[in-house]
């Protein structure tokens, strides 16, 4: 708010108490009037910066009682004509009295949000500095590329890099033009962060090609690797078709051609990856190199579910009361834990059912070929179930 100079009244302010009275208002007003303006700086700093805070909501009131004070004040000051000692004297002291209560308002307000407008100040004021930095930042990074670095200017990660600083430097340009505030923050924040990524990229080039020729010759082995593997995969698929349940392979029988599919992905990989290399692209290189990974992973998987399918049905076949008395020491154990951790109220039933589960599960190995792979699957869930059960009453003995 602009200051208002009185124009003091002739005849009455020749009254020495008067006179007093009216330098004591007028120096309340300009007290109030330098804080307001400083407090109403900082709020409209707070404003642009973070309106999420709403600060204008809490300074609406003390904003208006100091506007209201300070009409006050103005009114009186430029009442012309004579007055008598008594009214004028009255109007003085309540004016001031008003001017000392906005700015006590004034007072209260900013010691609850000082930190903050102190802050944003802060923060506005350094705004430009910031965003002339950042650019200076982003040209001396540009320049590398035009000199000791322009070597690695081709590498995928590198002129992501770069193309990602110009396009923050634009919305650092655009944001500029628009002088908002908000937006040149953000805008400069974007300009730093590529700036960084940009320089790691550089900082990172000069060993990426090693580090793609190594993972070339690395995934390269595990390829031939995993097509021996797979070699084996029909025959032991042929094994479980033989030797158990039909029931027990029908969720495998899509595997081979997974493996095969998987194995070519990998190959036709390892061809993307050398062009890559012979292009000068290592970071392209490694990306082909993980999708190679992807591809061998999944391929190792469709193997293994065969194979350890295979094993483990014949581990059971071997012996199987093992797995059985195995899933009834776990429930023994869950069901002495309710006993000793006062929860055989709560759990004890629940866990009374797992035996007759159990028992059902195991008066299921009947005929020739018994569902070997349901009972294993069966008595897996019984375990989980009480594994979770455990982790449950566990849980609730911490809380007490």
């Known amino acids: 708010m602009t200051s208002r100079w009185p124009r003091f009244l002739g005849g009455s302010d020749n009254d020495d108490g008067i006179r ?16 307001q303006r400083t ?6 700093a707070s404003a642009a910066l973070f309106p999420e805070r709403d600060i204008r909501r809490a300074w609406a009131p003390v904003r208006d ?9 103005v009114a009186l000051s430029d009442r012309t004509g004579a007055t008598s000692p008594g009214p004028e004297s009255v109007s003085v002291d309540r004016t001031t009295r008003q001017l000392s209560d906005a700015t006590h308002a004034l007072d209260v307000f900013y010691d609850t949000h000082g930190a903050h407008l102190d802050g944003a100040t802060a923060t506005l004021q350094a705004v430009p500095q910031v965003a002339r930095q950042a650019r200076a930042d982003a040209d001396a990074a540009r320049a590398r590329l035009c000199g000791p670095d322009q070597a690695y200017a081709g590498y995928s990660s590198v002129r992501a890099g770069s193309a990602d600083l110009d396009a923050a430097t634009l919305d650092l340009d655009a944001a500029s033009t628009l002088h908002d505030a908000r937006d040149i923050r953000a805008a400069t924040a974007r300009v730093l962060a590529a700036v960084a990524t940009l320089l790691e990229s550089l900082s990172a080039a000069p060993t990426r090609e090693r580090e793609a020729r190594t993972a070339l010759a690395s995934v390269r082995t595990r390829v031939d690797a995993v097509r021996t593997r797979s070699g084996g995969l029909r025959g032991a698929y042929s094994a479980i078709l033989r030797e158990f349940n039909m029931a027990s392979s ?8 997974a493996s095969r599919r998987h194995i070519e992905a990998a190959a036709t990989g390892l061809a993307d990856i050398e062009r890559a290399l012979a292009g000068g692209d290592p970071d392209l290189a490694l990306e082909h190199t993980e999708t190679v990974r992807t591809h061998l992973t999944a391929a190792d998987r469709a193997v293994d579910s065969v194979t350890e399918r295979l094993r483990l049905l014949r581990e059971v076949r071997q012996d199987p009361a093992a797995k059985l008395a195995a899933v009834r020491f776990r429930l023994k154990d869950a069901q002495h834990l309710a006993v000793d951790s006062g929860h055989i109220a709560e759990w004890g039933s629940v866990l009374d059912a797992q035996l007759d589960r159990i028992d059902r599960i195991s008066g299921g190995l009947q005929g020739t070929h018994p569902d070997y792979w349901a009972y294993i699957t069966e008595l897996d869930s019984v375990s989980e179930f009480i594994a979770g059960v455990v982790q449950r009453m566990r849980g609730q003995a911490g809380k007490r």
């Open 20 to 35: 007093r009275a009216r330098e004591s208002m007028t120096t309340a007003f300009l007290a109030m009037d330098a804080r």
């Open 39 to 44: 407090v109403e700086t900082a709020v409209e």
């Open 65 to 73: 009682a100091c506007y209201a004070a300070a009409s006050a004040y």
């Open 250 to 257: 029908q969720d495998l029988t899509g595997n081979e051609e």
